[in-house]
């Protein structure tokens, strides 16, 4: 095999990982969606069902290692094709625009690198927080069922009533809807369904999805700002 026919295989290796990893990441931050939809019920329902997850032992540390190595194998694969493509096409950004719908799509392609990073970047930001932050040692604590367990409703009450937490995560989860709309067609383009009678709904599906994601995550911060929990 020639070295641009190995060089053609490694991209499109990359790219169905990248694919992959990036659909199966949907299917957490959609779990994770659901799950976090129980705020609105109150404290009981939400750490119940927190306490309930971590009650799972080794099932969840091998379940977060799987979700931590797909986060990376995702990122490490987008980078590497980014820098391939700015590689081997450095002066397209000027080529390209305004030359309609495929530019529309070549601009919005680029901005994924930007906006991944920003999402890879609030993640790590949201598990020192939450994850990794206060627990029952700091006197974040409710009783369940007899049991004393992490109240991380309150945690999760605490950090959006404050601005500062606010704001960056809704201008956050907006790019991260952008990051969404793109990425979920592209990835059935890597894995190779690019049918054009297919490409339409699957465009929809991702806009749907996308919007449905954010707005589902970005209200929960500001429905605890403006004090809907109180
Ligand atoms: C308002 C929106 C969100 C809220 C209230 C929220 C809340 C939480 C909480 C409380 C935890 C800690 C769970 C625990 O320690 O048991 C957590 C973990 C996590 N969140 Fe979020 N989250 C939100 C949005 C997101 C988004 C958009 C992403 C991804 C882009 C994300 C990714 C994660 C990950 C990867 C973990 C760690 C899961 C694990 O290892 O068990 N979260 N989130």
Known sequence: MSNS???????????????????SLVIFVCVHLVGNLLLFVGPAAFNTYAHKLMSLGGLVYVAEAILASFFLVHIVTAIWVTLGNWRARPDSYEVSVGQGHTSRMNISSRTMIWTGLV?????VIHLI?????????????IVLDGETARDLYRLVAESFAREVYVIPYVLCMILFGYHLRHGFWSAF??????????????????????????????????WFYIGGAA
């Open 119 to 123: 999402v890879a970047v609030f993640t």
């Open 5 to 23: 026919a190995i060089g053609i295989w490694t991209t499109v290796a990359k790219k169905i990982l990248m694919a992959m990893t990036g659909l």
């Open 129 to 141: 927080n939450f994850k990794y932050g206060p627990g029952i040692a700091e006197g974040y604590t």
């Open 189 to 222: 383009q890597s894995l190779g369904l690019n049918d054009p009678r297919c490409t339409p709904i699957i465009q929809v599906i991702g806009v749907v999805i996308a919007v449905v994601l954010a707005i589902g995550f970005l209200v929960i911060p500001v």
